[in-house]
């Protein structure tokens, strides 16, 4: 069984940042793409960002291309998600994801069903 566990989030100011963190249980973290999405009140779960299970390739949604970066450290079993020039619209519960493919080679998918293990979410919130 695989647990994961957000933190990092809080209040900020629009043009601040945060960073989020996410801790996994387990010893096969490190053969696993992770992901990082999002859901603002009253809205679908979103994609955000996505990273390979060695970390050479990313992947991120348009809307934080630019201002987010995720990375992992899979000594610590850990993956970051760096948020920069934060704005209101990126209001929102983050939550981390697994992706249920063994070491996925060619491609990160955006796709929630393709994402076995949730954390519980960590709350963001950017005031105007």
């Known amino acids: 069984q695989v647990q994961l566990v957000e933190s990092g989030g809080g209040l900020v100011q629009a043009g601040g940042s945060l960073r989020l963190s996410c801790a996994a249980s387990g010893r096969t973290f490190s053969n696993y793409a992770m992901g990082w999405f999002r859901q603002a009140p009253g809205k679908e779960r979103d994609f955000v960002a996505a990273?390979?299970?060695?970390?050479?390739?990313?992947y991120y949604a348009d809307s934080v291309k630019g201002r987010f970066t995720i990375s992992r450290d899979n000594a610590k079993n850990t993956v970051y998600l760096q948020m920069n020039k934060l704005k209101p619209e990126d209001t929102a519960v983050y939550y981390c994801?697994?992706?249920?493919?063994?070491?996925?080679?060619?491609?990160?998918?955006?796709?929630?069903?393709?994402?076995?293990?949730w954390g519980q979410g960590t709350q963001v919130t950017v005031s105007s």
């Open positions: 994801a697994r992706d249920h493919t063994y070491r996925r080679s060619s491609y990160l998918t955006p796709k929630l069903p393709e994402y076995d293990y």
């Open positions: 990273i390979s299970w060695s970390g050479v390739i990313t």
